[in-house]
């Protein structure tokens, strides 16, 4: 049994009070409730509300530095594409530059420019030493299919429809383009090679490779200014040619010499000249042991 607080009256289990105080009581607990219930759904409706706004504010605000972040990742890969491909053509066009002002030089005083050639970048050597090594090949070409296959011989097969045999000379002039440029690739590693081994072991000079071998790149131009008029012009026979092309490879040998003399320059003449000697003995004997291993 319980009580009542109020008017003190015996309650069963269950049972509520019908005094006036109870009776007063509980409905202002009901009032309070219905009043404070509604207002407190309201305001859990608006932080609701407001916490969904401010979520996908946040999500908005993070999708655009995303995308503004994107977009500077873009400008910044063109910027840099863009900087490296003007550089690119810049060191392109320089390298040609200083190719055309390196041959120009080498035309109008060749022993000087090959002793002192100034400062020699390694793609200015590599484009030396791949022209020359076209040329050579076209030039080689044209001395044993006949001098007089020249260009204008071609072009008069192909547009003449001589079929095979015109397309046949076509392949042949760019392979022996292609396989000169890579024969004289390796014709200017071995050569230039093979004298810093000498320079190195036997005279111990420590001459850093690309400054002592960019001089090799400049030997090769004699024979090569006599093949590309004979391969443009194509009206030597095959005898002038080949003596024409004899008389490049002896101004060859007297630029390699001036080349090692100037090198070497506190060694005797004649210290130079059984170097150069024995130099050109090692170069012809890898070269032919490559072309008969080729062969067979």
Same mark, same amino acid.
């Given at each position: ?6 008017? *003190? ?42 916490? /969904?706004?401010?979520?996908? &504010? ?32 810049? /060191?392109?066009?320089?390298? +040609?530059?200083?190719?055309?002002? =390196? ?24 484009? +030396? ?27 008069? @097969? =192909?547009? &003449? ?16 383009? #292609?396989?000169?440029?890579?024969? $004289? ?26 400054? #002592?071998?960019? /001089? ?13 008029? *004979?391969? =443009?012009? $194509? ?15 002896? $101004? ?13 320059? @506190? ?11 024995? $130099?050109? #003995?090692? +170069? ?13």
């Amino acid at each position: 049994m319980r009580e009542c607080i109020y008017c *003190g009256r015996q309650l069963e289990k269950g049972e509520q009070c019908t005094c006036a105080m109870s009776v007063a009581k509980r409905r202002e607990r009901e009032q309070a409730k219905q009043t404070e219930q509604p207002g407190s759904r309201k305001e859990a409706r608006a932080e609701e509300k407001n916490r /969904r706004k401010q979520e996908r &504010g946040d999500a908005k605000r993070r999708e655009r530095e995303a995308r503004s972040r994107e977009r500077e990742a873009r400008r910044s890969t063109r910027r840099a594409a863009y900087n490296y491909s003007r550089a690119y053509r810049s /060191r392109t066009k320089t390298a +040609f530059g200083d190719v055309w002002q =390196l041959f120009r030089s080498f035309l109008r005083s060749p022993i000087e420019t090959v002793m002192n050639p100034g400062m020699m970048s390694v793609p200015v050597i590599m484009i +030396f030493v791949v022209i020359e090594g076209i040329i050579s090949g076209l030039s080689i070409f044209s001395i044993i299919s006949g001098a007089s296959r020249g260009p204008v011989r071609l072009l008069g @097969s =192909l547009m &003449g429809f001589r079929g095979v045999q015109g397309y046949d000379m076509l392949l042949g002039w760019l392979s022996s383009a #292609f396989s000169g440029a890579v024969g $004289g690739i390796a014709v200017f590693f071995i050569g230039s090679g093979i004298f810093y081994l000498i320079n190195r072991w036997i005279f111990k000079q420590f001459t850093p490779y690309w400054e #002592f071998s960019k /001089r090799f790149a400049l030997v090769g131009i004699p024979y090569t200014v006599i093949g590309a008029v *004979g391969v =443009l012009l $194509g009206f030597f026979s095959q005898t002038t040619f080949a003596v024409l092309m004899i008389v490049g490879i002896v $101004g060859t040998v007297v630029l390699l010499y001036e080349i090692l003399r100037s090198a070497w320059y @506190s060694r005797s003449a004649a210290k130079v000249m059984y170097m150069m000697l024995l $130099g050109v #003995f090692v +170069f012809l004997m890898i070269a032919l042991y490559i072309v008969r291993i080729s062969v067979f």
